[in-house]
């Protein structure tokens, strides 16, 4: 399920983000995409990590926009 926040505090929103996710992570719940733009991403991952601990790479990742994109070509078996 697709999940929106939206609002003009940008950092109120990202703390929320993952606040959400590392409840979900304690919780062995799994399959959490973030999306973010690819100059956030590395920032991103660092933070979730922060939040989630050891194990958040189980449960959740962060993609941006091109890797999703590269993900969903190579699963449709396309090269493109």
Same mark, same amino acid.
């Given at each position: ?6 609002? &003009?505090?940008? &950092? ?19 399959? $959490? ?10 920032? &991103?991952?660092?933070? *979730? ?13 962060? *993609?941006?926009? &091109? $890797?999703?994109? $590269? ?10």
């Amino acid at each position: 399920m697709l999940h929106l926040l939206l609002g &003009t505090d940008w &950092t109120a929103n990202r703390d929320e983000v993952m606040k959400r996710i590392a409840a979900d992570i304690a919780g062995r719940k799994g399959n $959490r995409i973030l999306m973010v733009p690819e100059l956030i991403s590395h920032e &991103t991952e660092r933070r *979730l990590c922060a939040a989630g601990g050891d194990t958040a790479s189980r449960y959740a990742e962060v *993609l941006s926009f &091109t $890797r999703l994109a $590269r993900r969903v070509a190579d699963s449709m078996g396309s090269a493109a």
